[in-house]
């Protein structure tokens, strides 16, 4: 009896969802899809499309009106319509005359209970929970440019940008992914499986997933890499203006329409678009949002839907992203001939709270691809697309893939990789590194040279390289050589040698970092004015503990040579012998990163970074001759302060315990020079080698404000304060035959930056005044005063 009832319970339902019409909105001329288009049955009640214009309608319902903003209202007979595609055009609605009484602002009322609730209905904040995930992106022409294009057109570059629109995507890619999350921070998403359009490297295995934020509830929202201010952060009713448009009743629930976008005078990075709130709640049942006053050039464009799981939690089910590159014209016959991107991603099988073993966690990897991602078969791949795959997407991949063959896409990304590390491919074997070509220190003056290592094609887990280079002041040859071998890529895991026959910044202290061409050291090498000559033998280990924490450990044996005339009483000769040991730590707190194949990627720093290094001195090692200890310890963050701006500062402590010269101790971290490059975390009144101690702390403190928008491109002035303060002594400064002074009065400076003079897509140029002030400041006023230029980098 009880299989009958569901045999017959199964076949009621099926012919239910088999008598449901599917429709989906889209845009007339373009074909894209509409979100969130509100449709009026002429039998039940208003509801929603989905964010890719999709919607269902019982049988019995016979016409539908659909209304959205910034389109025209449309009724459609069903029995008239073609297919299951309506069409609404894009224009100006007539709308009833909107009368203002006095009074509160109904949209007000609203928000504030969304803004109050922001914690409780964070998706990423309270619960426990797992999904899965599929996500597409995909580039194409404008297809406003290609409806543009006449049909008698001979022009031969016109008909073939209609002939490819109308056949392929210029760029596909999918992945499959799923995540597990326990708060506050256990957090794990795996690249099960990716498909990349001419590329098979797991590089752009994450892209789709990372064009924007995964919900809307962060005070910050990512767009693109690029942040801007939630309306529903703590004072979004001050900073941006709300209007109720529409309201929708479904069921025992209310979706309230509120359009908002920033409020006339306020200045900070806003946005504009549409937020559905449910009254079930009072959550984010959908919203629309793209950039406010945008002078890029592009434009983009975010839509998420958020379904209300189990009766337990609103939680974020389909994500969309659009992206027109409207710089890149792609036929000046043709404006609107530009390319679009749109990305999507659609989330099931979402359970909250369920049980999930805290050991699948990896330290700090949030998300990681999975080994063999690149393989999953076509079949296979049918089983998790949200729609299936279209003849336009296999020949996509059927022609970029044969493209990206013949061509060696694949190649093209390990160059990329290879530069990000300062180095570029010189055949398939050899890197050339960057570094070692030109450089610039005020000591050896411009630094010509060459530095080449082994490739992984070549040694997979062992590199081999060496280098040589000449200074046109100093007028001496540097030259070294270094092997590393990778015991696992994965954990860090590696052990370094290295030997060299080169230069020892005097007083200064040398971290083992990756290159960065936006490293506040790389400029700092400007300034450095005192070295002495060193030969150098060493072995290192190097150990993540986690993803977040680097250990080093290093033993190495050394000849330093004094240079400029600078004499160490405790010594008969001017070199010695050094035998040094140590140890280097290195803590990024809470960072967390991708693991894409071997390559670690850091997500960013919201906490600060915490340094440490200690060198012992062992005297009679060997021919040693000092015996010491030397403590260097550092914290830095950079963090946005709400919409105000970006807060930089540094504290840092030093100390050495035993006599040492001047090569082994601190010199002041000065880099005073005028019409210089202004160089962060670092005393710019100081000229560089003026102050040395056997103790120092010091705090380094940078404070810019948030750009303020013009209309020209190439200016976006900011604002921005500088101050810092040092202390230090100096023990048995007697020894040392060199004029310096040593901080025991304290080092005060101040300064005033005007940044963003003239701006781009990846640089800022200002200026900067900077003054000395305190017990060194000189009597004369206007030697205290130091301009220098400011340039800034938005690549990050």
């Known amino acids: 009896m009880n299989k009958t009832i569901l045999l017959f319970l199964s076949v009621v339902s099926a012919f239910c969802t088999l008598a449901q019409q599917t429709f989906q909105i889209q845009e007339e001329g373009t074909n894209e899809p509409i979100p969130f288009v509100k449709v009026t049955p ?10 890719d214009g999709y919607f269902s309608l019982s049988d019995g319902v016979t016409s539908v009106e659909l209304n ?4 025209l209202d449309t009724t459609y007979v069903l029995s008239e319509v073609k297919g299951n595609v309506l069409h609404m055009k894009y224009g100006e609605q007539d709308v009833e005359e909107v009368v203002v009484v006095a009074g509160e602002n109904p949209a007000h009322r609203i928000m504030r209970k969304v803004i109050d609730r922001r914690k409780i209905n964070h998706p990423v904040k309270n619960d426990a929970f797992t999904y899965r995930s599929y996500s597409k992106f995909k580039i194409d022409i404008n297809p406003e440019a290609i409806a543009e294009i006449p049909e008698e057109t001979t022009d031969s570059n016109l008909i073939d940008m209609r002939d490819f629109s109308e056949d392929q995507h210029i760029f596909l890619m999918e992945s499959i992914s799923k ?11 795996e690249i099960l499986a990716y498909k990349v359009s001419g590329i098979s490297d797991p590089l752009f295995s994450t892209f789709a997933k990372s064009l924007q934020s995964f919900h809307f509830y962060e005070n910050q929202f990512n767009l693109f890499g690029n942040q801007y201010v939630n309306p529903i952060a703590r004072g979004g009713i001050n900073r941006y203006l709300f209007i109720l448009e529409d309201t929708t009743i479904v069921n025992q629930d209310t979706t309230f329409t509120i359009f908002y976008r920033p409020r006339l005078g306020k200045v900070f990075n806003g946005m504009t678009g549409h ?31 958020y379904a209300f ?6 939680f974020p089910s389909k994500l969309t992203t659009e992206i027109d590159f409207r710089s890149l014209e792609l036929d000046p016959n043709l404006k609107s001939a530009y390319l679009i991107g749109r990305g999507s991603s659609y ?28 393989e999953l078969e076509d079949e296979e791949w049918e089983k998790y697309r949200k729609y299936t795959i279209t003849d336009k997407e296999k020949e996509t991949y059927r022609v970029i893939d044969s493209i990206g063959e013949a061509n060696n896409f694949d190649r093209f990304i390990g160059v990329l990789k290879v530069l990000s590390e300062g180095k570029i491919p010189v055949g398939k074997m050899i890197n050339l590194d960057l570094q070692r070509l030109v450089t610039f220190r005020n000591y050896e003056g411009y630094r010509l040279g060459l530095g080449l290592e082994t490739s992984q094609n070549l040694m997979k887990n062992i590199q081999i390289g060496g280098y040589f280079g000449w200074g046109t002041r100093d007028k001496e040859w540097k030259y070294g050589g270094n092997a590393t071998f990778h015991i696992n890529r994965r954990k860090g895991i590696r052990f370094d040698l290295r030997y060299q026959q080169d230069l020892i910044e005097r007083g200064g202290t040398v971290y083992h970092d990756n290159y960065s061409l936006i490293s506040n050291d790389l400029y700092r090498q400007f300034f450095i004015s005192q070295m002495d000559r060193q030969r150098l033998g060493e072995l290192a280990f190097s150990w993540d503990i986690k993803a977040n924490i680097e250990l080093k450990m290093f033993g190495n044996y050394q000849r330093i040579w004094f240079t400029q005339g600078y004499e160490y009483t405790q010594l008969e000769a001017n070199e010695l012998d050094v035998f040094e040991s140590g140890v280097e730590f290195t803590w990024n707190i809470l960072e967390k990163s991708m693991l894409i194949g071997t390559q670690k990627v850091s997500l960013g720093k919201k906490y600060p970074q915490i340094r440490f290094k200690a060198a012992r001195g062992w005297k009679g090692v060997a021919e040693s001759e000092l015996d010491y200890l030397r403590l260097n310890a550092e914290i830095n963050h950079t963090a946005n302060i709400g919409t105000l701006g970006k807060l930089q500062w540094k ?5 050495v315990i035993g006599d040492v010269p001047l090569t082994f101790a601190h010199n002041g971290n000065g880099t005073n020079q005028f019409w210089n490059v202004s160089v962060p975390n670092t005393f710019e009144t100081m000229p560089f080698g003026s102050f040395f101690t056997t103790e120092q702390a010091n705090l380094f403190l940078r404070f810019t404000f948030r750009s303020i928008k013009t209309k020209a491109k190439w200016n976006q002035p900011k604002f921005g304060l500088h101050h810092a303060i ?28 005007f940044d963003g003079m003239l701006t781009n897509n990846f640089t800022s140029i200002g200026l900067g005044v900077f003054y000395r002030y305190g017990y060194y400041a000189d009597p004369d006023w206007k030697q205290n005063l130091v301009p220098k230029l400011v340039v800034s980098f938005t690549l990050e």
């Open 726 to 753: 040092g202390f230090g002594n100096f023990a048995n400064r007697e020894a040392h035959q060199w004029t310096f002074e040593t901080m025991d009065k304290g080092f005060y400076e101040a300064g005033f930056i």
């Open 651 to 655: 504290l840092a402590a030093m100390k």
């Open 68 to 71: 959205y903003t910034q389109y």
């Open 42 to 51: 002429n039998v039940g009640t208003p509801f929603l499309s989905d964010l």
């Open 347 to 374: 989330i099931d099988e979402v359970k909250i709270n369920p049980e999930i073993d805290k050991k699948g966690f990896n330290d700090n990897i949030v998300v990681e691809t999975a080994e063999n991602a690149g």
């Open 275 to 305: 937020l559905y709130i449910n009254t079930n709640g009072y959550a984010i049942e959908k919203v629309i949002a793209e950039p406010y006053g945008d002078s890029t050039g592009n434009s983009m464009r975010i839509v998420q839907e």
């Open 309 to 314: 799981v189990d009766g337990q939690k609103w």
């Open 179 to 189: 995540r597990s999350f326990i708060p506050p921070y256990r957090d794990k998403e």
